[in-house]
């Protein structure tokens, strides 16, 4: 994740934002990471579902913006 965002926002901000960000990116390696800092002990694991969710949603965003554009081309 990206150290200048976790500079500028709050923990727990910039974690939400930086995954959904990644979520654009990939999702299953965004979860994939987070699952793996609960089980190592370094982060919350409640937080982390949270980021999860987010990531997940982004990729489905992602999603939703290209069937639009392909929809509206037929």
Do not use: H, Y
């Amino acid at each position: 994740r990206s150290c200048i965002v976790k500079r500028l926002l709050s923990s727990k901000n910039a974690l939400i934002l930086s995954s959904v960000a990644s979520g654009f990116v990939s999702s299953t390696a965004t979860v994939a990471s987070l699952g793996m800092e609960v089980r190592a002990g370094r982060a919350d694991a409640r937080i982390n579902a949270g980021a999860a969710l987010m990531s997940c949603v982004a990729t489905l965003l992602q999603l939703l913006i290209i069937v639009a554009g392909v929809s509206v081309l037929w």
